[in-house]
T-cell receptor
């Protein structure tokens, strides 16, 4: 099992460009999450999907959109990238409920110039 | 607000010593408190968790204690080894929330 996979691993964008970060899990989990990690600020939740067909905003959703394509895949889209979105992005998955172990992908390091 | 405060932000210990990281939360009804370890260049990984119906949980050299009255919980690592060097995150699940709220992280450096 690959667990949680993310693509790409690295990306450099110019301000105003758009891109989609891909995430897939092979653990048959219902819940999936997108976090961003910035120095000194820990992991902040952008969006999550409690189950297929549902998505909810997290702590820092502005400037992002998500799509729960199917049970395996959860993508994060930046429509018009800004330098403030320079960060490391992590996708995670878990069984339903906030008190189950979350399994994280390896992350995508995004730089917006 | 629904935040989790974590201290210290950095911690350096000698190999073999103990390390303690502390977190506080604000919602007295929170019931789940996990700890994650993040090695360089990787995603976080769960190392231990505790639920509100117990006060302490151990797993070999790692232990977590929970004080519900004071609303804080701590990670204890004994007999530290260089491979314990990493960033550690605490988290809490607040009432009504389906996702976790994470602390800001502690960078632990174990000096050989």
């Amino acid at each position: 099992n690959a667990g949680v996979t993310q693509t790409p691993k690295f990306q450099v964008l110019k301000t105003g460009q758009s891109m989609t970060l891909q995430c897939a899990q092979d653990m048959n989990h219902n819940s999936m999450y997108w976090y961003r990690q910035d120095p000194g600020m820990g992991l902040r939740l952008i969006y999550y999907s409690a189950s297929e067909g549902t998505t909810d905003k997290g702590e820092v959703p502005n400037g992002y959109n998500v799509s729960r394509l199917n049970k395996r895949e959860f993508s994060l889209r930046l429509e018009s990238a800004a330098p403030s979105q320079t960060s490391v992005y992590f996708c995670a998955s878990s069984e339903v409920g906030g008190d189950n172990e979350q399994f994280f992908g390896p992350g995508t390091r995004l730089t917006v110039l | 607000g629904e935040n989790v405060e974590q201290h210290p932000s950095t911690l350096s210990v000698q190999e073999g010593d103990s390390a303690v990281i502390k977190c506080t939360y604000s919602d007295s009804a929170s019931n789940y408190f996990p700890w994650y370890k993040q090695e360089l260049g990787k995603g976080p990984q769960l190392i231990i968790d505790i639920r509100s119906n117990v006060g302490e949980k151990k797993d070999q050299r790692i232990a977590v204690t929970l004080n519900k009255t004071a609303k804080h919980f701590s990670l204890h690592i004994t007999e530290t080894q260089p491979e314990d060097s990493a960033v550690y995150f605490c988290a809490a699940r607040y009432t009504g929330r389906r996702a976790l709220t994470f602390g800001s992280g502690t960078r632990l450096q174990v000096q050989p």
